[in-house]
């Protein structure tokens, strides 16, 4: 009883700090429910052996989110949009949100999970590195990769790191 307490306030405190990760690991809402739903499920199995809560759910979703991407990546998804053509908007800040996303969507699983938590959950490469279960080395490459192949989606004339800031601020929901 004293284990589910502890769980149950843990999830109050942080359910929207990891719904935040687990709509950038997806890029979907529904999607990002499911992913932290069927997590907390897994973590609550193991909770009384938990030290570290926020890593081992983090770690558990990214594992799971690479694993349903395994399962449907040769699956032809039907979207409601041309691929050819950007959606625009009359709002810059949602245009740009939607790029970005859209870029971040581009990336293999494991590459996205490094952008996530090395700009957005603002961990360390060491932290990244351990919490991913690779060396700092492969965190760095697949950071500056992942950087590139989103600069390039977004645009030559697109500056990433100016386009990410406020957009990746406003998803957290407050600012650096």
């Known amino acids: 009883m004293i284990g589910e307490d502890s769980f149950r306030a843990f999830v109050e405190a942080r359910y929207a700090e990891?719904?935040?990760v687990?709509?950038?690991l997806t890029g979907s809402a529904?999607?990002?429910?499911?992913?932290?739903q069927a997590s907390l499920l897994r973590?609550?199995?193991?909770w009384q052996r938990v030290d570290e809560p926020m890593a081992y759910v983090r770690r558990i979703m990214v594992n799971h989110h690479i694993s349903?991407?395994?399962r449907y990546r040769s699956r032809e998804l039907l979207t409601s949009h041309s691929p050819d053509r950007g959606m625009r908007d009359a709002a810059d800040g949602v245009a740009e949100r939607h790029a970005l996303f859209t870029a971040m969507r581009g990336l293999p699983p494991r590459t996205r999970a490094v952008i996530v938590l090395r700009y957005w959950a603002d961990?360390?490469?060491a932290d990244t590195a351990e919490l991913l279960g690779c060396s700092?080395?492969?965190?760095k490459s697949r950071a500056s990769r992942g950087l590139a192949r989103m600069r390039e989606a977004l645009g030559a004339e697109a500056d990433l790191d100016a386009a990410a800031t406020p957009v990746?601020?406003?998803a957290r929901g407050g600012s650096r």
């Not at 529904?30 to 932290?36: C, G, I, V």
């Not at 700092?136 to 965190?139: L, N, Q």
């Open 18 to 20: 990891l719904l935040r």
């Open 136 to 139: 700092v080395g492969t965190v």
């Open 43 to 46: 973590v609550m199995r193991h």
């Open 123 to 125: 961990l360390s490469e």
């Open 68 to 70: 349903i991407w395994r």
């Open 30 to 36: 529904y999607e990002a429910e499911d992913l932290l």
């Open 22 to 24: 687990a709509f950038l």
């Open 168 to 170: 990746m601020t406003q």
